[in-house]
């Protein structure tokens, strides 16, 4: 499963200081490419663990069926909706008499709908991030970031880059959730 990088709250001028300070640059002309660069380490960072770093709403759109569905983002901080999908596409919000929600200790959230009124889609909205803003994202993840952006930085004259270096996936990988299909 492969996150998309949309939502992600704008990088704020410290965390791009801190790549800054990492290259050693001084001056501020590149600090909106900077900027993309962070963006692109934080989608990388989110794929490569399997989590969202900052928690941002999600709806998933999921059919309705009698079991227990796990949601797609993690981890699961809070499941604040669950609406029914019409033949039109129109939202209803359903009662919390129709289905029933679990967060499990790893944050994978889940739904199960109660047999229902002709309901065959739900959407499901939800809130998933590990951190409230990136001040809080865990401290080897960060560092991650920084030194991923740095390393786009120094490589961005054209030069193939083949996946992040392996000191910044050692940095990431202990917060790597596999999903086993």
């Known amino acids: 499963m492969s996150f998309q990088p949309e939502n992600l709250p704008a990088m704020p001028v410290a965390l791009i200081q801190e790549v800054k300070d990492f290259l050693r640059l001084a001056h501020g002309e590149d600090d909106a490419a900077i900027a993309e660069m962070l963006n692109s380490?934080?989608?990388?960072?989110?794929?490569?663990i399997g989590q969202m770093l900052i928690a941002r709403a999600v709806t998933d759109r999921i059919p309705v069926r009698g079991e227990w569905q796990k949601l797609k983002k993690r981890p699961v901080q809070a499941i604040t909706l669950v609406e029914a999908i019409g033949p039109e596409g129109t939202l209803t919000?359903?009662?919390?008499?129709?289905?029933?929600?679990?967060?499990?200790?790893?944050?994978?959230?889940?739904?199960?709908?109660?047999?229902?009124?002709?309901?065959?889609?739900?959407?499901?909205?939800?809130?998933?991030?590990?951190?409230?803003?990136?001040a809080s994202v865990?401290?080897?993840?960060?560092?991650?970031?920084?030194?991923?952006?740095?390393?786009f930085y120094t490589h961005r004259d054209g030069e193939y880059i083949s996946g992040p270096p392996s000191a910044i996936t050692a940095l990431w990988r202990p917060h790597r959730r596999m999903r086993l299909a």
Do not use: Q
């Not at 380490?41 to 490569?48: K, P, R, W």
């Not at 865990?138 to 390393?151: E, N």
């Open 93 to 134: 919000a359903l009662p919390a008499t129709d289905y029933a929600m679990d967060i499990d200790s790893d944050g994978t959230g889940w739904v199960k709908m109660h047999p229902a009124h002709g309901v065959t889609r739900i959407a499901v909205t939800y809130e998933a991030g590990l951190a409230a803003d990136w």
């Open 41 to 48: 380490a934080a989608h990388l960072c989110e794929n490569f």
């Open 138 to 151: 865990p401290a080897s993840l960060r560092h991650g970031l920084v030194r991923l952006a740095g390393y």
